[in-house]
């Protein structure tokens, strides 16, 4: 492949990566080195931005690289999982989808095993707790897996503040970071909440056949790419400390810790 038949977005996140991680390059200097408009420059790299890498922008400064996205549908999500079941079997990768939960649930419906796992770049309809909004924002980790929890019929009830707790814990472990916990299911760090969690259970009479968990976590979320309207209420993991997390890692941890979590 030639370099001009190098997609432009790929070629603009050479040349940040380039400049270095010190170092900003301003959106006028892109635009002329490419030949095109520095609305395009933008464009581009919120692209490049949905697809999990963060790059900072400072006006009159430019760009600059802080962290590229970690591999995508491969291997790297499985090596080293330590769990027994979760991650296991199936794993859908999707770039955009209307919601994983929709997905995993229609895969269990169809008699899909426990513990396949859904992931998403980006998801368009995600749902929290009490029917609000999750919004995937650029940088995020957005999954979605098939458990049948082994716990007690008094213990099914408290499945989502499980699920909260092995987030934590994996949160904990893969980031070095303590949320705080708010019953039901909801983290934050600094006041401001960075996980969201739903819970969709499917029962025979009394019986629990199969309940998909939906986790989303705003983990490399520039503080720019938070929408205003959200600005003081949600955050991300790097937006209130600076450091960017590596999201397979996490997710890595959430398997395992949940994996623990829904033991009998």
Known sequence: MTRDEIPMRDRILDR?????????????????EFGISRAAVSKHVM????????????????????????????????????TAVLGQTEWIWLKETDSTNQVAALEALQGANEGVVVVARRQNEGRGSKGHRWINLPGSLCFSVITKPRLSPERLPSLPQLVMEACARAIEKSCGLSLERRLPNDLFLNGRKVVGILVESMFHNADLQWAVVGIGVNVNVPKEAIPPELTGIASSLYAETGTAFSVTSLLRHTLEELEDVLKA
């Open 47 to 82: 692209s490049l931005r949905d697809e999990g890498h963060i790059i900072e922008s400072v006006p009159r400064r430019g760009y600059r690289l802080i962290s590229r996205a970690d591999p995508w549908a491969g291997d790297d999500a499985r090596e080293g999982l330590r």
């Open 16 to 32: 940040i990566v380039e400049n270095g991680q010190e170092r900003w390059i301003s959106g006028e200097t892109l635009s002329r």
